[in-house]
């Protein structure tokens, strides 16, 4: 079809891509009713485009049923022609890679989303990339979520996103095709002129008014109302005029017109030959044939395509739905055999005959665990019900079927029939154990989405299930705990007599299951205040039994109990050296959202650790995940972000976490920790009434006393009320927060004494209050320890004792400098100026203290020997990203190769411990 009247259309499409090229990423939008030129408008853009690469795709109404469509087809022949592990599928980009022609059972939704982001921006440091992507509206919901998670987060690389889009009501498009359309740049097409319609036709001898009228100005009409002689009125005739078309053909063409129509994107000619069972001469006639009339696209060698939308909607329509079923049958078998993945034969078989076929069931169940492991939710529900379908009642492979089948509803938020597929799953199942792993399996799912209080229902079913001296039972009781201890601070498990019994064993005899449930056992009674020290032995015993055979812990919640209770315990070295085992396990099987929790776990590690650095590091790219699904302990996670970044000096950083968008928490606690991050936030802004408002909003949502200490509302509210001049409601709130830590961690209660002491009118109180702190504070705890000597040394120099104040100053600038708390290094450098002691930096010092957070985590995983490649792997970003972070090091720093970068950090880190 030849364009007219779009040069306005084409001069905006053209800016745009320019602008793509120079400055990067953008999404365009080509919108416009159906037959109105939105295609063909792309398609002559594209063609111009001799120096970028163009990857196009086409959603199709049966390919909104086929998981990732979209991505096969921009990226799997170029995946095909290259090997593992070399660009654009080099790093994160193999995921994506092994679901196009691999096994994609390892990979998450999050990891695909990640790996078509790296690959877009690989394919872009060569020559600038264009993505087509024609009628969105009938995109899959794979590939919608990859997308719209990926595409966003292009930002600065050369690539630009075209859409072709049909005008439809917003509330009729998903989310994510709305999110996508609302950032896009929109192309709107309007219907041709009468003059507009005279040129497209080129025949005098056809009266232009009339193809106007009967076409509404719209070119796909016009070109088939001219074509009938004038005498098709629009859509209602489509149909008609097709059906004549192939009736005058054929029966030969009606098959491989309509084998066409129902593989779509997959309609390769042995593909075609197969399911059309029209030989191979023949096929190339009868495609002629096809083209002449209008019905195939000429200049479309292979895959074969249908020549408009429009056309594939009438051919589809004109088929009894008994044959449209065959053919997907026949389709499915042929599909099977050539070696395509079970998601797309199973599209298929979604339309064909219901036949009671093993072989369907098979190959139905195998494609939902593939898109179960790989995020596409929705399609994997479809299917297991359609696998059931096909399943007889006595088939022993029904129950497996049924608890997949649970899983896959429950990930879509259907919880009804999530839970009628789990217990008639139940009904057929005798076997306790069996019972019992079902559940529990049902209650770390519930976990995985946040929904404790549903979690600890199952846990509890599950329990129910077996006797109390069996391994199982006691590694449920610890996920019940856990469950428990993201609701309250009081969990009801924790008097069950099976913790007394595994407490009092023997630590000889601890089991793989005891460990779980001591690692909890240790987070409830630290949580809880344990005057005894029982939680730093417990911990040691979880710990010292724990399996070192660490695959799929990134999706144990009682993982995060182990980390917890070193955490508490300040058992910080064995802390880190399990979640590094995790991130490891995790970052080899693809699992993002687990290595996200296990870096936020680190990161919290690290930071009561007194590592601010490798905490920012951990808690940046953690909360970085977010864009990707990660939301486990999203709340946690910013809290302890915004802590760092306010210790860094990074306020506008701070101030983008808190003053995000709102989010649903999944418990009053998790809301809590939200609000008290963003109360500190507010009080390091200059707006302590703000802060001490979400504090006490914070301080309403959970029990009394029953807040997470490390993360507490009094502590927010005593400095906003410090901060507001109220020195003696902070000085309350900061007692009250000061005995509620008494048998808290060490770290926990040296910063609640630092409070009270900054609230209290009595210097010579104050001075006791930090010397105490300092007496009992864990050596392991050196950012409290920096706190409280800088404090000490305030109060000193008030009383002129200068000697003292200038040692305690000089030991909290150096831990200052190393840790990059450029705040905190300036206000020291100042004080030991005004006790005529002052400290002249290094220009080493000087140069590293320049860094922002960012550049400095590049840097250091730079400094360590990883490659650019691995640098942005590990904290997901693009490898020029990195780069750009990297050049501004090597500038700032004054330095010029990997290994001067290291010795420069080197020599910084001497100040470290």
């Known amino acids: 079809m030849r364009i007219v009247e779009r040069e306005r259309e084409l001069d905006m499409l053209r800016r745009s891509l320019a602008a793509a090229r120079q400055s990067g990423s953008r999404m365009i939008a080509v919108v416009g009713q159906p037959g109105i030129g939105k295609t063909t408008l792309i398609g002559a853009v594209a063609s111009e485009l001799t120096d970028w690469t163009v990857l196009k795709a086409v959603c199709t109404p049966f390919g909104v049923e086929v998981p990732y469509g979209v991505l096969h087809q921009w990226f799997r022949a170029l995946a095909q022609d290259t090997a593992a592990g070399y660009a654009p599928f080099d790093g994160p980009g193999n995921a994506l890679r092994e679901l196009l022609i691999g096994d994609p059972h390892n990979a998450d939704s999050a990891a695909l989303a990640y790996s078509v982001q790296w690959v877009a921006a690989r394919l872009a440091e060569e020559r600038p990339l264009l993505l087509v992507l024609d009628d969105l509206q009938w995109i899959d919901d794979a590939s919608a979520a990859v997308l719209g998670v990926a595409v966003p987060q292009l930002n600065g690389d050369a690539v630009a996103v075209m859409f072709g889009v049909r005008e439809i009501a917003d509330s009729t498009r998903s989310q994510v095709v709305s999110g996508l359309?609302?950032?896009?740049?929109?192309?709107?097409?309007?219907?041709?002129?009468?003059?507009?319609?005279?040129?497209?036709?080129?025949?005098?001898?056809l009266?232009?008014?009339?193809?106007?009228?009967?076409?509404?100005?719209?070119?796909?009409?016009?070109?088939?109302?001219?074509?009938?002689?004038?005498?098709?009125?629009?859509?209602?005739?489509?149909?008609?005029?097709?059906?004549?078309?192939?009736?005058?053909?054929?029966?030969?063409?009606?098959?491989?017109?309509?084998?066409?129509?129902?593989?779509?994107?997959?309609?390769?000619?042995l593909a075609v030959v197969s399911v059309s069972e029209v030989d191979r001469e023949t096929l190339d006639g009868v495609v002629g044939d096809l083209v002449a009339e209008g019905i195939v696209k000429a200049d479309q060698i292979e895959p074969l395509m249908i020549s408009h939308p429009l056309v594939e909607e009438?051919?589809?329509?004109?088929?009894?739905?008994?044959?449209?079923?065959?053919?997907?049958?026949?389709?499915?078998?042929?599909?099977?055999?050539?070696?395509?993945?079970?998601?797309?034969?199973?599209?298929?078989?979604?339309?064909?005959?219901?036949?009671?076929?093993?072989?369907?069931?098979?190959?139905?169940?195998?494609?939902?665990?593939?898109?179960?492991?790989?995020?596409?939710?929705?399609?994997a529900a479809a299917w297991l019900e359609r696998a059931l379908q096909e399943s007889r009642v006595d088939d022993p492979g029904r129950t497996a079927l049924l608890e997949l089948a649970g899983r896959a509803q429950l990930a879509i938020g259907d919880r009804e029939r999530a839970e009628r597929r789990w217990r008639?799953?139940?009904?057929?199942?005798?076997?306790?154990?069996?019972?019992?792993r079902l559940?529990?399996?049902?209650?770390?799912?519930?976990?995985?989405?946040?929904?404790?209080?549903?979690?600890?229902?199952?846990?509890?079913?599950?329990?129910?299930?077996?006797?109390?001296?069996?391994?199982?039972?006691?590694?449920?009781i610890a996920r019940l705990l856990a469950a428990q201890l993201n609701q309250t601070m009081n969990p009801s498990a924790l008097d069950l007599p099976v913790i007394a019994d595994v407490v009092g064993q023997d630590p000889a005899l601890d089991t793989d299951e005891d460990s779980s449930l001591l690692a909890a056992v240790a987070v409830a009674v630290t949580m809880a205040g344990d005057p005894d020290a029982h939680a730093e032995l417990l911990s040691k015993r979880a710990y010292d039994g724990w399996s070192r055979d660490s695959q799929g812990s990134a999706n144990d919640p009682t993982t995060y109990m182990l980390s917890g209770a070193l955490n508490f315990t300040e058992r910080f070295g064995e802390g880190v050296d399990v979640l590094t085992g995790v991130i490891q396990d995790a970052r080899r099987d693809g699992q993002v959202l687990g290595e996200a929790t296990a870096l936020y776990s680190r990161g919290a590690m690290y930071l009561s650790a007194g590592d601010v650095r490798n905490a920012v590091a951990d808690l940046m790219t953690a909360v970085k995940a977010v864009e990707l699904g990660w939301t486990l302990y999203r709340e946690a996670a910013e809290f302890f972000l915004i802590r760092c970044q306010l210790l860094v000096g990074d306020l506008e950083a701070a101030g983008e976490l808190a003053l995000g968008g709102e989010y649903e928490s999944p418990?009053?606690?998790?809301?809590?920790?939200?609000?008290?991050?963003?109360?500190?936030?507010?009080?390091?802004?200059?707006?302590?009434?703000?802060?001490?408002?979400?504090?006490?909003?914070?301080?309403?949502?959970?029990?009394?006393?029953?807040?997470?200490?490390?993360?507490?509302?009094?502590?927010?509210?005593?400095?906003?009320?410090?901060?507001?001049?109220?020195?003696?409601?902070?000085?309350?709130?900061?007692?009250?927060?000061?005995?509620?830590?008494?048998?808290?961690?060490?770290?926990?209660?040296?910063?609640?004494?630092?409070?009270?002491?900054?609230?209290?009118?009595?210097?010579?109180?104050?001075?006791?209050i930090v010397r105490d702190a300092l007496e009992w504070l864990n050596p392991t705890r050196p950012l409290e320890r920096a706190q409280l000597i800088d404090f000490l040394a305030e109060l000193l120099v008030a009383r002129d004792a200068r000697d003292e104040a200038s040692g305690l100053l000089g030991e909290v600038l150096v831990y200052a400098q190393a840790q990059g708390m450029a705040p905190t290094e300036k206000r020291v450098r100042a004080s030991l100026a005004a006790i005529g002691r002052p400290a002249i930096p290094t220009e080493v010092e000087l140069r590293v203290s320049s860094l922002t957070p960012a550049e400095f985590r590049v840097a250091s995983l730079a400094a360590q020997g990883l490659t650019n490649r691995d640098i942005a792997a590990r904290l997901f970003v693009t490898?020029?990203?990195v780069e750009f972070h990297l050049s501004r090091c090597f500038r700032k720093l004054a330095v010029a190769t990997r290994g001067e970068l290291a010795d420069v950090l080197g020599r910084v880190d001497e100040f470290v411990g």
């Not at 008639?424 to 019992?436: C, G, N, Y």
């Not at 003696?728 to 409070?755: I, N, P, Y």
């Open 207 to 269: 009266d232009a008014a009339r193809i106007h009228e009967l076409s509404g100005g719209v070119p796909f009409y016009a070109v088939e109302a001219a074509a009938s002689g004038g005498d098709l009125r629009a859509s209602i005739r489509i149909t008609e005029s097709v059906t004549s078309r192939l009736d005058r053909l054929g029966v030969l063409h009606k098959a491989v017109a309509g084998s066409i129509a129902v593989l779509g994107p997959i309609a390769t000619i």
């Open 424 to 436: 008639e799953a139940l009904r057929s199942v005798v076997d306790p154990d069996h019972r019992a």
């Open 181 to 205: 359309l609302a950032s896009a740049e929109a192309v709107t097409l309007g219907p041709l002129s009468i003059d507009g319609v005279a040129g497209l036709i080129a025949d005098p001898s």
């Open 667 to 768: 418990s009053s606690l998790f809301e809590a920790v939200k609000l008290v991050g963003k109360a500190h936030y507010w009080t390091a802004f200059g707006q302590p009434q703000r802060g001490l408002e979400l504090a006490r909003r914070a301080g309403s949502l959970v029990p009394v006393g029953g807040e997470p200490l490390s993360a507490g509302w009094r502590g927010a509210a005593a400095e906003a009320l410090l901060a507001m001049g109220d020195r003696a409601a902070a000085e309350a709130v900061a007692r009250e927060e000061f005995d509620l830590t008494v048998a808290a961690s060490g770290g926990v209660r040296a910063a609640a004494a630092l409070r009270l002491a900054r609230t209290v009118d009595d210097a010579a109180e104050a001075e006791r």
């Open 879 to 881: 490898m020029k990203t």
């Open 314 to 379: 009438a051919i589809l329509g004109s088929m009894s739905s008994i044959s449209r079923a065959e053919l997907h049958d026949r389709a499915a078998r042929v599909l099977a055999e050539l070696g395509l993945p079970d998601t797309v034969v199973a599209a298929n078989l979604m339309h064909g005959l219901l036949g009671r076929d093993p072989w369907k069931v098979r190959v139905l169940e195998q494609a939902a665990k593939a898109a179960l492991a790989a995020g596409s939710t929705r399609e």
């Open 439 to 476: 559940l529990t399996g049902i209650g770390d799912s519930l976990v995985a989405s946040g929904r404790h209080a549903d979690a600890e229902a199952s846990y509890t079913d599950a329990a129910t299930e077996l006797t109390t001296d069996q391994p199982l039972y006691r590694s449920i």
